[in-house]
């Protein structure tokens, strides 16, 4: 896939993972395999997650996640500064 303009990672540097069973979201350099970022912790309120399963990153870099089981939403994170933070 071929990024388009405006993308927040043109390189495609980062690599994400949704740990559903930590609950957590994992930012990985792809060159190295390090773990450079990570956020969310267990719970119902945003920036939380229960049961984290899908994500999906927009051109602007905005990450958006999906729970299952009793979670049943989707949350919206945008980068700021040197992490990413809930939209509510």
Same mark, same amino acid.
């Given at each position: 896939m071929c990024p388009r303009p405006g993308w927040a990672d043109p390189a495609q540097t /980062?690599?994400?993972?949704?740990?559903? /069973?930590?609950?957590k979201l994992w930012v #990985?350099?792809?060159a190295t395999d390090r773990v450079i970022d990570s956020f969310g912790r267990n719970g119902r309120s945003?920036?939380? #997650?229960?049961?984290?399963?899908?994500?999906?990153v927009d051109s602007r870099g905005n990450i958006y996640t999906? /729970?299952?089981?009793?979670?049943?939403?989707?949350?919206? #994170?945008?980068?700021?500064?040197?992490?990413? +933070? +809930?939209?509510?």
């Open positions: /980062e690599l994400y993972n949704a740990d559903g /069973e930590n609950n #990985f350099d792809r945003a920036g939380q #997650f229960h049961w984290v399963h899908n994500l999906a999906a /729970e299952v089981d009793t979670g049943k939403r989707a949350q919206k #994170f945008t980068r700021r500064n040197q992490g990413y +933070s +809930s939209v509510r």
